[in-house]
C-alpha cells in the first residue's frame, strides 16, 4: 500500500524559499507518477508540479521558473523546492501519486488524478 507524508512547511517571507518534503512508501519510482497539489482557503484543490518516471517536471502557469519538483528514488521522497515565494503562493500543500502512471504521456500537471495523498503540509507567505 502507498503511503505519502509531508513535511518542510512553514511561515516564510515574500521572495524567501522553502523546500517540501515527501517520504514515500509502497510504490514504484520507475512506474509512478507523483506530484504536488495545493489548497487554499476558499478555493478548490489544483495541481501544482508533476514528475513523471524520468524525472521530468511540468508545471502550472502560476509557479513556472520559481518552484522546482524532484524525486530521490534511493531515499524515496519527493521534493518541492520553492523558491521566490509570493503571498498567492499561502496554501495546503499535498503530495499525491498514482501507480502505473508514471511512463504515461499524462503522467504531466492537469493531466492526472491521484490515488494517493499525503496528509498536507501548511505553507504561509507572509511579511
Known amino acids: 500500500q502507498v503511503q505519502l507524508v509531508g513535511s518542510g512547511g512553514g511561515s516564510v517571507q515574500p521572495g524567501g524559499s522553502l523546500r517540501l518534503s515527501c517520504a514515500v512508501s509502497?510504490?514504484?519510482?520507475?512506474?509512478?507518477?507523483m506530484g504536488w497539489f495545493r489548497q487554499a482557503p476558499g478555493t478548490g484543490r489544483e495541481h501544482v508540479a508533476t514528475a513523471n518516471h524520468q524525472n521530468t517536471p511540468t508545471y502550472v502557469e502560476a509557479v513556472k521558473g520559481r518552484f522546482t519538483i524532484s524525486k530521490d528514488s534511493a531515499k524515496n521522497t519527493l521534493y518541492l523546492e520553492m523558491n521566490n515565494v509570493k503571498p498567492e503562493d499561502t496554501a495546503m500543500y499535498y503530495c499525491?501519486?498514482?501507480?502505473?502512471?508514471?511512463?504515461?504521456?499524462?503522467?504531466?500537471?492537469?493531466?492526472?488524478?491521484?490515488?494517493?495523498w499525503g496528509q498536507g503540509v501548511q505553507v504561509t507567505v507572509s511579511s
Open positions: 509502497g510504490a514504484d519510482f520507475r512506474t509512478t507518477c
Open positions: 499525491a501519486a498514482k501507480p502505473g502512471l508514471g511512463t504515461m504521456l499524462t503522467c504531466q500537471v492537469n493531466y492526472w488524478t491521484p490515488n494517493n
